[in-house]
T-cell receptor, first 111, second 112 residues
């Protein structure tokens, strides 16, 4: 079953705009990760935020985590056409547990 | 380092047949996980192997099985294929202590 639920399911913006995607989850986590997938290919790891962190940055990416609300957001600033992809959040409950993925947000960035 | 490789990349089978997919992890990675991705169910965890032992298993029928070899390469097998097994099968590897998984390009299986 899916742990995370991304919102929105699809997002269409122009180059240069910011894109914000949200993820909600149901159980306690050790960390939350965001992945990108281009055209049904393999997933690329973007960023990991641990349960004791509230915000993390990596280049044009900013991730926030609110464990009290069991939610996270991914902000991509100054979007480029090359950012067009599906974005998934995945939760890790720790130990020998595995990643549990949401259904993803499809982002379309138009030139 | 070379990334995770999966073979074959594309596969067409008919119902009732069986299929074996292969995954070569990044050198030094001893954990290999398999996921099934479909439009309806999204990404679902199949199983994880670490040092040739299945460490975790998802909620899939026994037709889905896997194994890991001493060189950490892994195979998954699906017997008695059903139309619903059509999917992208993704393999991911990581070191034993890492939290980050590295994914291969996937094998796209079409069952007719």
């Amino acid at each position: 079953s899916q742990q995370g639920e991304e919102d929105p399911q699809a997002l269409s913006i122009q180059e240069g705009e910011n894109a914000t995607m949200n993820c909600s989850y149901k159980t306690s986590i050790n960390n939350l990760q965001w992945y990108r997938q281009n055209s049904g290919r393999g997933l690329v790891h973007l960023i990991l935020i641990r349960s004791n962190e509230r915000e993390k940055h990596s280049g044009r990416l900013r991730v926030t985590l609110d464990t009290s609300k069991k939610s996270s957001s991914l902000l991509i600033t100054a979007s480029r056409a090359a950012d067009t992809a599906s974005y998934f959040c995945a939760t890790d409950a720790g130990g020998y547990s595995t990643l549990t993925f949401g259904k993803g947000t499809m982002l379309l960035v138009s030139p | 380092k070379a990334g995770v490789t999966q073979t074959p990349r594309y596969l067409i089978k008919t119902r009732g047949q069986q299929v074996t997919l292969s995954c070569s992890p990044i050198s030094g990675h001893r954990s290999v996980s398999w996921y099934q991705q479909t439009p309806g169910q999204g990404l679902q965890f199949l199983f994880e192997y670490f040092s040739e032992t299945q460490r975790n298993k998802g909620n899939f029928p026994g037709r889905f099985s896997g194994r890991q070899f001493s060189n950490s390469r892994s195979e998954m097998n699906v017997s008695t294929l059903e139309l619903g097994d059509s999917a992208l099968y993704l393999c991911a590897s990581k070191t034993g202590s890492s939290e980050t998984q590295y994914f291969g390009p996937g094998t796209r299986l079409l069952v007719l």
